[in-house]
């Protein structure tokens, strides 16, 4: 058995799976203010729902949106330095330069640069320069900064500099959390730097958070190993995440859609996730959410994280309906979370999505006789206008003619059509509303290849095999049985102007995660 | 000439004016040139010190005036990792001052697209200099003896390059085919990006020789992106400021890309949608797009410009981060007339570039939208 869980805005979902991957039981409940809270209600739902020994439970599955809402709300963050290597380049642009101001204060925001660096074929820029570091490292102590994200020019190439500062950092302050670049993002200086300042600025948050999430499994009795979502539908383990806490960013999305792969058995269709107050569509390709081609801001920062490729549309459960039936409007405005007083099958004044769900007969939510006087034209009309908005949505994520399946998960699915113009029947898995947690249950786990390399006349196989053994590698090292790796993508970017055939590569090799059971030397006793 | 930026020519370039340059450079920039927003924040860096960099038009240069044009020669991928420096810019031009023994008087650009429509901006802001409303080329090309100067006879040398760790050399050669050989060697030694000046003339050289308007063309571009987004076609008004053609809308669902002679070659496979749906478009590239062939019939190729923009935005898409899925339009618009004489496409034609095709340029007789 594995347990899944996803604690999103409003909900907390978990999902309960047996060993062939078949859902057991599934429960929503609400999200708490505290981590823990919310789990530890949702897991004595799910026992009430289905008895299950918890010893039984061979991994716990996790996918959070508390990370990336911190940031949103730039609360909770910790008092952030960014450390640039790569003196005398990069100057005129300090780090955290691109910033809203907002931000920058949030984490109280200290940038620094220092000698170092390389160049792309790995020569070096200039030598690291210990007491330069040790002077920044006195300064920082000086100012209070606990978190610090060090970022060396070209370091994906060669990551000599940032091990090597850490070290000296470590060596003079050695409560100060460090976070290296190269672990975290691609070529890219600015994004990749501004995605370890944020990595940075969460570090505290996510101690606390692993802490209570731990609590809570094991408060239930679980010895199991916990991991987290990560934004590519792959999984980290808890203790990855107390470092890696930037990389759970757009897990939700990606959770729902590959929930819905699995719930459909379908691994290439389009997915849609009607939610409160936005219909998400995405599109996945042997199970794998499309990544999103062009740089992503978050909380007004620019990264490199690849994000799923996600169409949003104004469209959920909460939106508010307008106009007659000649020209029906849905969307964009939302009741949101106050849908269960503001609605009129809750006894509220405002005609909403959910309304004209329920007056069609498409839900029993909250009082059906409240919208028993709809004119059913109006009705008609705006589930025509959904229908034809969410076509018009899908058609535009679409890649080829061929006849593409649609899935649709999400509470608000109830409000699309049984057939979309353009594509063809919808599929409507069961447990559709609890998508997400059974996407962050049935995750694997990866390992990425992402550099400049050479590759010499003739030799171009060489390396490209080269390169997949060390993704295939890095999966098995985070997690997966050596046997079940496969290489999922293979991108090659030849670099012009740069000589000796210099090429970008990135290889992605995903897995299935070993499951032991018991975590290595967990407590005997399951009480915190 | 009619006036290419529809009477908006712009008297000096304001903090805020550089988002729109940079936005619209990346258009004229024809897919290649190099990520603008790099550029743009390094304008940003130099004319927040500096204050506002004043535009002379290329009509008003008096004929002693002292031009050097200035711009970044290296790989786009390593100038977004290795950051390059306002310092350095600045460098390259005081280099060649002094090996010229004269005074400048004004900065220009060499090529009108990506990143080096910005880095002028920052020599000019650095130097306390006027920044000449013009170009070299009317677009972006991938190597520096493209450019219209050379049709006129203009030597691309004496040439500076500098890196950002204090490096500098001075180019001499027989011609600027040579040039653009020895400096691309030096550039890769200097970690693969460099600043360079070269092409230095005189105000009346200037005049004849470079294409007027170009960074108030680019500021206006960039301008009818911004206020068309968000509406349900971004893409038209681009093609009418600049008296182009809608090639093709659709999704890219092929991209190969290989080396050779170390460009990024490769060609995108787009399926039509909209009105273009069952038509298919294959786009040839090198750094910049160049050749644009729709159901096997060829419809545009260098030395007119193709650029990619996204459907959804309206903002250019470089070759480099075309991908699978990518939903964008293809338009074509017409270059400088002068790239359409003999020795202009013997100098920039499809030919050049490896195509064994007659080029296809949009018909100007044909009635261009003004």
Not at chain 2, 225 to 252: E, M, Q, Y
């Amino acid at each position: 058995m594995r347990i899944g869980i996803d604690v999103g805005g409003t909900n907390t979902d978990a999902v309960l799976l047996g060993d062939a991957g078949e859902v057991l039981a599934a429960v929503k409940t609400a999200t708490t203010s505290d981590v823990s809270g919310g789990i530890v209600a949702a897991l004595a739902t799910l026992q009430g729902k289905h008895a299950f020994d918890p010893i039984g439970v061979r991994a716990v599955m996790i996918g959070t949106t508390h990370f990336i809402n911190a940031l949103v709300e730039a609360r909770r963050l910790a008092p952030t330095a960014a450390l640039r290597l790569g003196l005398p380049a990069t100057a005129s642009l300090p780090p955290m330069v691109d910033w809203p101001e907002r931000l920058v204060e949030a984490v109280h925001g200290r940038a620094y640069l220092a000698h170092g660096g390389h160049e792309f074929d790995g020569r070096k820029i200039s030598d690291l320069d210990e007491d330069e570091l040790r002077r920044h490292a006195a300064d920082m102590a000086a100012h209070g900064v606990r978190s610090l994200a060090i970022t060396s020019v070209f370091s994906p190439v060669s990551a000599e500099f940032e091990l090597r500062a850490a070290e000296v950092i470590a060596a003079e302050l050695p409560e100060m959390a460090i976070s290296l670049s190269h672990e975290i993002g691609r070529i890219g200086l600015l994004e990749r730097e501004n995605a370890t300042v944020v990595n940075a600025a969460l570090r505290e948050l996510a101690a606390g958070i692993v802490d209570g999430l731990t609590a809570s499994v094991l408060g239930a009795g679980i010895l199991a190993p916990i991991y987290l979502s990560q934004n590519d539908g792959t999984l980290m383990d808890v203790e990855h995440a107390r470092r890696y806490p930037v990389s759970t960013f757009a897990s939700g999305p990606t959770n729902s859609m590959r929930g819905a792969a699995v719930l459909s058995g379908v691994g290439n269709c389009a997915v849609i996730d009607v939610g409160g107050t936005t219909s998400d569509v995405g599109v996945l390709t042997r199970g794998f959410p499309r990544e999103a081609t062009t740089e992503v801001s978050v909380a007004g920062i620019r990264t490199n994280f690849r994000m799923p490729d996600v169409l949003s549309i104004g469209i959920g459960g909460g939106s508010l309906v307008t106009g007659t039936p000649d020209s029906a409007a849905v969307g964009s405005r939302s009741v949101g979370y106050r849908l269960t007083e503001e609605a009129l099958v809750f006894g509220g004044s405002t005609l909403t999505a959910t309304d004209i769900a329920v007056a069609a007969g498409r839900a029993d939510i909250g009082d059906a006789s409240l919208v028993a006087h709809l004119d059913r034209s109006l009705v008609r009309a705006a589930l025509e206008r959904i229908a034809a908005d969410v076509a018009d949505a899908v058609d535009r994520m679409r890649t080829s003619s061929a006849p593409l399946p649609v899935v649709a998960v999400g509470g608000g699915s109830v409000l699309l059509p049984d057939v979309l113009a353009g594509s063809g029947e919808v599929l409507r898995p069961e447990n559709f509303a609890v998508a997400n947690a059974i996407g962050a249950a049935i995750a694997q786990v990866s390992g990425e290849v992402d550099r400049v390399f050479t590759i010499e006349p003739g030799r171009r196989h060489e390396v490209l095999d080269a390169a997949r053994a060390e993704a295939v590698e890095r999966a098995v090292a985070a997690g997966a049985t050596p046997n079940s790796v496969e290489v999922l993508e293979v991108d090659e970017v030849p670099l012009p102007y740069l000589p000796g055939g210099a090429t970008r590569i990135r290889v992605k090799a995903v897995g299935d995660l070993q499951l032991h059971g018991a975590r290595a030397g967990a407590p005997e006793v399951a009480g915190v | 000439m009619s006036d290419p930026t529809g009477g908006h020519r712009l008297q000096r370039l304001r903090i805020e004016d550089l988002a729109d340059v940079a936005r619209g450079a990346a258009v004229l920039g024809t897919g290649g040139g190099g990520d603008p927003h790099i550029g743009e924040l390094l304008a940003r860096s130099a004319v927040r010190r500096h204050g506002p960099v004043e535009l002379t038009a290329l009509a008003e240069l008096p004929d002693d005036a002292v031009v050097l044009p200035v711009a970044m020669m290296g790989a786009p991928t390593v100038m977004v990792e290795k950051l390059p420096s306002t310092e350095q810019v600045g460098r390259a031009v005081e280099v060649l001052t002094r090996h010229l023994g004269l005074r400048v008087t004004h900065i220009a650009c060499d090529e009108a697209g990506g990143v080096n429509s910005l880095i002028p901006v920052v020599a000019a802001a650095e130097l306390g200099l006027p920044l000449v409303d013009a170009d070299g080329m009317g677009r972006a090309f991938p190597e520096l003896q493209m450019t219209l100067p050379t049709l006129y006879g203009i030597k691309g040398t004496p040439m500076s390059i500098v890196d950002e760790k204090g490096n500098a050399g001075i180019f001499e050669t027989i011609d600027n085919t040579w040039a653009e050989r020895l400096a691309r060697t030096a550039t890769v030694e200097m970690g693969c990006s460099a600043m360079i000046s070269n092409y230095a003339m005189s105000g009346a050289e200037a005049r004849r020789s470079l294409v007027p308007g170009t960074l108030s063309l680019a500021a206006a571009i960039g301008r009818t992106i911004t206020a068309a987004k968000g509406s349900d076609d971004p893409v038209a008004p681009v093609v009418d400021h600049l008296g182009g053609r809608l090639l093709f809308t659709g999704k890219v669902v092929d991209v190969a890309r290989r080396t050779t002679t170390g460009f990024a070659r490769g060609e995108a496979r787009l399926e039509g949608t909209a009105e273009f749906t069952g038509s298919t478009l294959l786009l040839q590239f090198q750094n910049e797009n160049l050749v644009a062939e729709r159901d096997g019939e060829l419809v545009a190729t260098v030395p007119d410009l193709i650029s990619t923009l996204d459907l959804a935005s309206g903002e250019a898409v470089t070759t480099e981060t075309l991908r699978f899925g990518h939903r964008v339009a293809v338009i074509a618009s017409p270059c400088d007339p002068r790239w359409r004489s003999d020795a202009g496409l013997a100098l920039a034609g499809p030919r050049v570039f490896g195509y064994d095709v007659e080029p296809v340029l949009i018909d100007l007789a044909a009635g261009v939208p003004a």
